[in-house]
Each structure stands twice: as structure tokens, then as C-alpha cells.
């Protein structure tokens, strides 16, 4: 083959040069269908688990039953079931990283983190509106206050959070929902003993103490969840 051959298929098939004129021009023809912030939530919320939905709900029943049956009791039986409904927060928020779903969902159109802080959105809410419930319920025959009642209630969920979003962060295997699983039943039964063996530290005195590790524990859950959407973002920059 000539040179002149050559120069003709190089000139044929020489790429053009860039337009960025033409280019927004094109990209604004294509079709781009708007959803809003409040739309893109709800997708997300129908993404979730009916069966963990439900058993959030159901755990107002005993609380309801105890209100009326059992009384001054009622705290500490909702307060060894609320563990469990940070377990159901902390499995379901990792379920795609859990079952490797995670590059597939980073190849979707909406980016990981947004679908992350979507779904932890809305567990966050359904848990503050079941907690809503269950404060009162549970207030209701004891001699605490309604602000004792929610620390009470709030410190061995957040601490079952805590410890979940750190264990899913740094074990991406499904030994990860063991290893919450685990941390929800020892806070569970730690619970309880609490109440029975050492009652001193539910007693007004203590309160300050119950609210610091409060806000501690809020102040961590802030700091893993950072930590989980920074990894997010790793792990799509990766792919």
C-alpha cells in the first residue's frame, strides 16, 4: 500500500474535532426524565423488605399489651425488643453490599451514596415514628419520666446502630449480619440483666450519665455513617 492510499484512508476516517457547541446542543435533545427528591425516596422505600417493615410495626404490640396489662413492666420489655429494631436498620441498609449488589447498583443511574442515604432516610423516620409511639406507651405506669423513658429506650438502639454500622463497614461478607445479629441479642439480654442485677443505675441521679452516652452515641452513628457514605465513594472511584 502507497503512501497516497494511506493518507486518503487516514484522511476517511480521521475522527473530528470536538464541539462543545455541538455537543450541549445534542446532549439537550436527548430525553432526560426529571424525578424529584421526594419520588426518588418513595422508590426507595419500596425497595425495602416487607417483612422488616412489619416486624417494626409489630413491636408496638407488646408495648400496647403491657401498657394496659402489665404496667410499670412495659419499659423493660420494649427496651429488650428495640436492639432488634436497630438490627433490622443496620442488615437492611447493608443488604446490596451483603449480597454483592453493590456494582451493580453503582452502574445505576442514581449514584450508591444516594441510594444509601435515601434507605437510611427512611428507616431513620419509620423508627422515629415508632418510637413516637412507644415513649408514651411505655411511660405509662412507671414512675420515670417521659424524658427517662425515651433515654432508656433510645440508648440501646442507637448502641446496637453504632456497633451494626461499624461491623458492616469493615466485614463486607454476610458474616457481617452475624456478627449484628450477635451484638443485638448480647445488648438484649445485657439489658435485662441491668434492670434486675445493678436497678441503681436507673435511678434520677444517673440520668446525666444516660444522656451524655446519648449524645455520644448519636455523635458516633453521625461519624460511621460518614465513614460508610466516604467508603461508597471509594469503591465506586475503584470500579
Not at 425516596?41 to 412489619?54: D, E, F, G, S, V
Amino acid at each position: 500500500m502507497n503512501k497516497q492510499m494511506k493518507r486518503s484512508i487516514q484522511k476517511a476516517f480521521e475522527a473530528p474535532q470536538p464541539n462543545q457547541q455541538e455537543k450541549a446542543r445534542f446532549l439537550e435533545t436527548l430525553p432526560q426524565p426529571q424525578t424529584s427528591m421526594w419520588k426518588f425516596i418513595l422508590i426507595q422505600a419500596t425497595y425495602l423488605r416487607k417483612w422488616t417493615l412489619l416486624f417494626s410495626v409489630l413491636l408496638l404490640f407488646p408495648a400496647l399489651i403491657g401498657a394496659y396489662h402489665i404496667e410499670k413492666n412495659t419499659l423493660w420489655l420494649v427496651s429488650a425488643f428495640v436492639p432488634f429494631l436497630g438490627l433490622l436498620a443496620v442488615t437492611e441498609n447493608a443488604r446490596s453490599m451483603v449480597y454483592g449488589m453493590n456494582e451493580f447498583e453503582m452502574s445505576a443511574r442514581f449514584s450508591l451514596r444516594s441510594v444509601i442515604l435515601a434507605r437510611m432516610g427512611v428507616l431513620g423516620l419509620l423508627d422515629l415514628l415508632i418510637f413516637c409511639c412507644l415513649i408514651p406507651l411505655c411511660h405509662i405506669g412507671n414512675h420515670f419520666s417521659l424524658f427517662q423513658t425515651g433515654i432508656y429506650l433510645l440508648v440501646p438502639y442507637l448502641l446496637t446502630i453504632t456497633i451494626g454500622l461499624w461491623i458492616t463497614r469493615c466485614f463486607h461478607s454476610r458474616e457481617a449480619i452475624y456478627g449484628c445479629m450477635s451484638v443485638a441479642v448480647l445488648i438484649s439480654g445485657a439489658d435485662m440483666e441491668i434492670h434486675l442485677i445493678v436497678d441503681f443505675v436507673y435511678q434520677s441521679s444517673c440520668i446525666t450519665w444516660w444522656f451524655v452516652l446519648f449524645v455520644l452515641l448519636v455523635g458516633r452513628i453521625i461519624y460511621e455513617t460518614y465513614c460508610t457514605i466516604t467508603q461508597t465513594e471509594e469503591l465506586a472511584w475503584n470500579l
